[in-house]
């Protein structure tokens, strides 16, 4: 069975940081692409950013470019986001997902629990 388990968010000052994680089981971790999303409250979940299975390609959102990196450590199974210059509209919970195509760009069939970031101003 498949688990994804995120970790590290939070509330941070804007402009602050942070940084989720997310621990996969029960997949073979080096052949699934993986992906952030988050979800605010009354508004649909939206795509933040993906990463191939190899971590050699990734995908951004347009409202994320710049401030926000996807990474990937296969030995050992995790998926990392780094937030960067966060601001209020950053606030919500944040879902790891994978994909098992390996491109971690659409096609996800596997979800975490989330983690609650949250932005004050």
């Known amino acids: 069975q498949v688990q994804l388990v995120e970790s590290g968010g939070g509330l941070v000052q804007a402009g602050g940081s942070l940084r989720l994680s997310c621990a996969a089981s029960?997949?073979?971790?080096?052949?699934?692409?993986m992906g952030w999303f988050r979800q605010a409250p009354g508004k649909e979940r939206q795509f933040v950013a993906g990463?191939?299975?190899?971590?050699?390609?990734?995908w951004y959102a347009d409202s994320v470019k710049g401030r926000l990196t996807i990474s990937r450590d296969n030995a050992k199974n995790t998926v990392y986001l780094q937030m960067n210059s966060l601001n209020a509209e950053d606030t919500a919970v944040y879902y790891c997902?994978?994909?098992?195509?390996?491109?971690?760009?659409?096609?996800?069939?596997?979800w975490g629990q989330g983690t609650q970031v949250t932005v004050s101003s």
């Open positions: 029960g997949l073979t971790f080096s052949n699934y692409g």
């Open positions: 997902a994978g994909d098992r195509t390996g491109w971690g760009k659409s096609t996800f069939d596997s």
């Open positions: 990463i191939t299975w190899n971590g050699r390609t990734t």
